[in-house]
C-alpha cells in the first residue's frame, strides 16, 4: 500500500555533508495525502540495533532529533511531492550507517519508537571516513 524508496547516501569524509531523500508512493494516497502522515528517519549501524534519528510531523511544523545529530540534520518535508529529505551536516564516522525512512500511520504526530512506524524504504548506505 505504500513504497518508500531512499537515495543520497554514499562515503564522504568526516565534516562533509549529505542530503538523503525519500519518496512515497501507493495506493494509500488515493484515500489520505501524504500530507496527513508523520515521517522518520532511523539508522542501524553494524552491529547496533536500530535507532531513532528524526522525526517530521504531518504538516511539517514540527521536527524531533536525537540529541546526538542535534544542529547537524535537519528533516524536511515538501509534501506536494511525497518526499522528506534529510540533511546532514558536519558528518561524523559515528553517523556511519545505513538510513531508512519510515511512515507512521497512526495520525499522532512525531513517534521517536521504530515498531510504531508502518512501512519502511529498503535503506541507504551513509559511510563516514575519518
Known amino acids: 500500500q505504500v513504497q518508500l524508496v531512499e537515495s543520497g547516501g554514499r562515503l564522504v569524509q568526516a565534516g562533509g555533508s549529505l542530503r538523503l531523500s525519500c519518496a512515497a508512493s501507493?495506493?494509500?494516497?488515493?484515500?489520505?495525502?501524504?500530507?496527513?502522515?508523520?515521517m522518520g528517519w532511523f539508522r542501524q549501524a553494524p552491529g547496533k540495533s536500530r535507532e531513532f534519528v528524526a522525526g517530521?510531523?504531518?504538516?511539517?511544523?514540527?521536527?524531533d532529533y536525537r540529541d546526538s545529530v542535534k544542529d547537524r540534520f535537519t528533516m524536511s518535508r515538501q509534501n506536494a511531492k511525497n518526499t522528506v529529505y534529510l540533511k546532514m551536516n558536519n558528518l561524523k564516522p559515528e553517523d556511519t550507517a545505513i538510513y531508512y525512512c519510515?511512515?507512521?500511520?497512526?495520525?499522532?504526530?512525531?513517534?521517536?519508537?521504530?515498531?510504531?512506524?508502518?512501512?519502511w524504504g529498503q535503506g541507504t548506505q551513509v559511510t563516514v571516513s575519518s
Open positions: 501507493g495506493r494509500t494516497f488515493s484515500f489520505f495525502s501524504f500530507s496527513s502522515y508523520a
Open positions: 517530521i510531523s504531518e504538516s511539517g511544523g514540527n521536527t
Open positions: 519510515a511512515l507512521d500511520l497512526r495520525r499522532l504526530g512525531i513517534s521517536t519508537v521504530a515498531s510504531e512506524y508502518a512501512y
